[in-house]
């Protein structure tokens, strides 16, 4: 009987010891849990990588310069009848032009709001013209841009004065007595696509209205020598006229965003 009860605890004390052992290697198999912080990490840098780049990544810069050549097209007496037109232009001015433009903008950004200036001059001409006339322009501006990714949508205001050049230069002798020039009010759409964070390309398209004035000129500075003048034309040369014309014009160029 005590052989039997010593060969019962030797069996016994062999499975305990045999358990305890393959406990101790599943625990060592088996690795530690990462800390909780290591897999936030780990989860918000997978989410990173697989999330596309914010809209506003190309948009940051709050400076912009650009610098834009395109076409434009004016008709000076848009909203007034052949009476009407004949008093502003005096059959001397054509009332529709068109030409190439080049404008130089700046501008400040601050979110989707932009404000800025821009100049620009277009030289616009007709087959009844010797020369081209020059249309110069400065207006202050404010727009909403919409960006997606690198393309950019822009929705601008503006308004300014514009003055015509050139025009003595269609009657020789008269010297600076004919001039025209006036206010305007411009509505227009851009697009501009981003190569870089300092880097696009725009292009525009704008109309205007045009508020222009032209101030008689004395008879006495009305040349003689001109004979294609009879008493009419000098007699609506002498007087004042005003008109609400309209342009158009597409550009495009490069612009600086710092």
């Not at 003595?168 to 411009?186: C, K, S, T």
Request: proline share 5%; net charge negative.
């Amino acid at each position: 009987m005590l052989r039997l009860s010593l060969l019962t605890v030797s069996a016994l004390a062999t499975a305990s010891l045999a358990i305890s052992a393959n406990c101790r290697a599943e625990t060592a198999a088996s690795p530690e849990p990462a800390p909780l912080a290591a897999r936030a990490q780990t989860v918000h840098a997978d989410r990173v990588e697989s999330e596309p780049a914010s809209p506003t990544s190309y948009h940051g810069n709050p400076f912009t310069l650009d610098a834009i050549v395109g076409w434009q097209s004016a008709d000076l007496a848009t909203f007034r009848s052949s009476v009407g037109a004949r008093s502003f232009t005096a059959n001397i001015i054509p009332t529709a032009l068109s030409g190439p433009t080049a404008q130089l903008g700046f501008g400040f950004r601050f979110y989707s709001l932009t404000v800025g200036l821009r100049g620009g001059v277009a030289w616009l001409g007709s087959g009844s013209l010797p020369n081209p006339l020059e249309l110069y322009s400065a207006d202050a501006e404010v727009g909403l841009k919409i960006p997606f990714d690198r393309l950019e949508l822009s929705l601008i205001a503006s308004g300014g004065y514009s003055v015509m050049g050139g025009l003595p230069d269609l009657v020789q002798g008269l010297g600076q007595g004919l001039n025209i020039d006036g206010a305007n009010a411009r509505f227009g759409v851009g697009l501009d696509y981003y190569f870089s964070n300092g880097f696009s390309v725009t292009a525009r398209a704008t109309g205007a209205l045009l508020f222009l004035a032209r101030r008689g000129v004395a008879l006495r500075d009305v040349p003689n020598q001109v004979t294609s003048f009879d008493a009419a034309e000098s007699g609506l040369l002498a007087g004042s006229g005003s008109s609400v014309g309209t342009s158009f014009d597409i550009s495009a160029g490069p612009a600086f965003h710092f």
